[in-house]
């Protein structure tokens, strides 16, 4: 399968409790744990990820991380990368302004102890930039953050050894192996009302769809709530996506990033009493 090597970030830079309102973002380094009892370190990456080939599909993301220096070996740093919601900008961020992050979206925790390269697995959150689920802010990398001396000193975009700067490493295949000529397609539109539950809409099966979308207007005059819904069995439900806000005259799309036998989109209101009318397009094709 195809691999690309993003050699570098695009931005990265450390934020500091201890100092607040100071930028670190022009360092050739950046920190990563807690330190003592009055500075804790967090790190922001991003990588452009616009280099990736349309219609393919993402099978492993990798992100390596060179560690330059540390307090204690014999700490172990724990850190793992989370989903950073607001976009930030590299030499005015800091521990005061610095972004939110989803707790909830995040890759995979390595173990740090000495000087060395380190990677991670960051296959769920690229694959969610990829596809538009959500837009590409970067990651934060945090700690446990309950040991002193724990933290260690990564390189940045700005290090002197291009071979230590941080990397991502994406690995595809190729998705659109037949002409579209004859492709099995569907498509399918549904209006409903929204209440003060969600309700699920027309379940799909969607197991020989290598590709579909759900397509969400607000008619109405009120804003509406709207989820993707993903099943093994179309009795037993997990979300698929983050709840997303339509309003009014406004039209969003939500696309998978996991595959499921069967979909559907969910949807309420999103403030009780306020009932509005939406329309729903479900579009697919092999």
Same mark, same amino acid.
Request: proline residues 2%.
């Given at each position: 399968m195809p691999t690309l090597v993003i050699p570098s970030s695009s931005k990265d830079a450390q934020i500091n409790s201890q100092h607040p309102t100071t930028n670190y973002g022009s360092l050739d380094n950046m920190g990563v744990g807690r330190y003592d009892n009055f500075s804790t370190l967090r790190a922001l990456i991003q990588f452009d990820i616009t280099s990736i080939p349309e219609g393919v599909s993402i099978t492993s993301a990798v992100m390596t991380l060179n560690v330059v220096s540390i307090y204690n070996s014999s700490i172990i740093d724990v850190v793992t990368p989370y989903r950073v919601m607001q976009d930030w900008n590299e030499y005015t961020v800091n521990w005061v302004n610095g972004p939110t992050i989803d707790n909830n979206t995040f890759g995979g925790s390595?173990?740090?102890?000495?000087?060395?390269?380190?990677?991670?697995?960051?296959?769920?959150?690229?694959?969610?930039?990829?596809?538009?689920?959500?837009?590409?802010?970067?990651?934060?990398? #945090?700690?446990?953050?309950? #040991?002193?001396?724990?933290?260690?000193?990564?390189?940045? #975009?700005?290090?002197?050894d291009i071979s230590k700067r941080p990397s991502l490493t994406i690995t595809y295949e190729a998705t659109n192996l037949f002409s579209l000529y004859g492709r099995l397609k569907h498509s399918d539109t549904q209006t409903v009302v929204t209440s003060d539950s969600y309700a699920g809409g027309n379940v799909y099966n969607t197991s020989e769809m290598s590709m579909y979308t759900f397509f969400i207007k607000n008619n109405g005059m009120n804003p509406a709530k709207v989820k993707l819904q993903i099943s093994p069995d179309g009795q037993n439900w997990l979300d698929g996506s983050e709840s997303v806000v339509v309003l009014s005259g406004e039209m969003k799309a939500l696309v998978p990033y996991i595959y499921a036998h069967y979909s559907r989109l969910s949807y309420k209101s999103l403030n009780n009493g306020e009932q509005t009318n939406i329309t729903i397009w479900y579009q697919s094709h092999v």
């Open positions: 390595v173990n740090l102890f000495s000087i060395g390269a380190y990677s991670w697995d960051v296959t769920n959150l690229v694959k969610g930039w990829y596809t538009g689920l959500y837009p590409n802010y970067g990651v934060m990398l #945090r700690s446990l953050e309950t #040991r002193n001396f724990e933290a260690k000193i990564i390189a940045t #975009r700005e290090y002197a």
